[in-house]
């Protein structure tokens, strides 16, 4: 999978925005951006995908950049049940998906 | 629609016992992959399978484990002869099609102890 770079923790405080940035500068044309979390040790949880197009669910927001090299996962309103950490995620193949060392995002009250 | 199922959640074993990990993909789906995560670090990919077939298990140990999606039932990990090191939490995920646009979705995991 291509590589991505994550940023290893952030803080947000609660119910502001946590806006949690993924570079993946070596990312190819049909390859799409993931993300999953982690909360303490459950299974992870996935979040949301998308190819070039900013995406949006019930959980977060999806912005990729024109030229695909980065991204950004908004939060729009930090929870303290958000805290967990991040995975920002491209697939190369079906057969897989390679988790890194992730952000670790801890929301403050 | 329930989710990924995984049990036991909780698995104690002795050295040299064998440890049998089972997952039942969400409702439609044919494509299972299982993960290890050891205390404090990250998710390692271990083997992706679909009904009957192993498609990708370069991450699996090459002694002791096996894996098994059989046409009936659920997904069966084997860790034969099981020692201290294979402590660790191991995750199923499941996804309906096997294209980059499919999301696959993760069960809570069985948290393996060897005593």
């Known amino acids: 999978d291509a590589k991505t770079t994550q940023p290893p923790s952030m803080d947000c405080a609660e119910g502001r925005a946590a806006n949690l940035p993924c570079n993946h500068s070596t990312i190819s044309g049909n390859e799409y951006v993931y993300w999953y979390r982690q909360i303490h040790s459950q299974g992870p949880q996935y979040i949301i995908h998308g190819l070039k197009n900013n995406e949006t669910n019930e959980m977060a927001s999806l912005i990729i950049t024109e030229d695909r090299k980065s991204s950004t996962l908004i939060l729009p309103h930090a929870t303290l049940r958000d805290t967990a950490v991040y995975y920002c995620i491209v697939r190369t193949s079906y057969d897989k998906v390679i988790f890194g060392p992730g952000t670790s995002l801890s929301v403050i009250p | 629609n329930a989710g990924v199922m995984q049990n036991p959640r909780h698995l104690v074993r002795r050295r040299g016992q064998e440890a049998r990990l089972r997952c039942s993909p969400m409702k439609g789906h044919s494509h299972v992959y299982w993960y290890r995560q050891l205390p404090e670090e990250g998710l390692k990919f271990m083997v992706y399978?679909?009904?009957?077939?192993?498609?990708?298990e370069s991450g699996m140990p090459k002694e002791r484990f096996s894996a098994e999606f059989p046409k009936e039932g659920p997904s069966i990990l084997r860790i034969q002869q099981v020692v201290r090191g294979d402590s660790a939490a191991y995750f199923c995920a499941s996804s309906g099609q096997d294209n980059l646009n499919t999301e696959a979705f993760f069960g809570q995991g069985t948290r393996l102890t060897v005593v």
């Open positions: 399978l679909q009904k009957e077939n192993i498609i990708d």
